[in-house]
């Protein structure tokens, strides 16, 4: 998982009301070994901060899954069914439960660069 901490995501400013550092906190603690939480500087999706990118197992990937990408993540029960996900199995293995997909954002496309 790569969550997204830079211009935008986690910024106190853009959204003063959000805990980033205990968004954070319950992502890595929610998300213990074999799982990576890890940060990224920014995603190019600015206007849907907070980002979370949830990429596949490398079997799931290999099968064809991509990575779902998530915005405007400040609520921490959207953090709890992000988790929740990622522990059944995530993309391509676990099917997204519905109210994730309200939380669905597409990933930016890069001229140059082949869509994910």
């Given at each position: 998982?790569?969550?997204c901490r830079?211009c935008c ?5 853009k959204?003063p ?5 205990g968004?954070?906190?319950q992502?890595?603690?929610a998300?213990p070994a074999?799982h990576r ?6 995603l190019?999706v600015?206007?849907?901060?907070n980002?979370?990118?949830v990429q ?14 998530f915005?405007?993540i ?21 099917a997204?439960?519905a109210i994730l ?7 930016p ?5 082949p869509?994910?």
């Amino acid at each position: 998982m790569t969550v997204c901490r830079d211009c935008c995501c986690g910024s106190p400013d853009k959204h003063p009301g959000v805990d980033h550092d205990g968004q954070l906190q319950q992502l890595r603690a929610a998300l213990p070994a074999p799982h990576r939480v890890r940060t990224s500087l920014c995603l190019d999706v600015c206007e849907q901060a907070n980002v979370v990118v949830v990429q596949p197992s490398p079997v799931a990937r290999r099968a064809g899954a991509r990575p779902a990408w998530f915005g405007l993540i400040g609520d921490p029960a959207v953090v709890d069914n992000i988790t929740a996900w990622v522990r059944d199995g995530g993309p391509g293995v676990a099917a997204m439960p519905a109210i994730l997909q309200l939380s669905l954002i597409p990933a930016p496309i890069h001229p140059g660069r082949p869509a994910d």
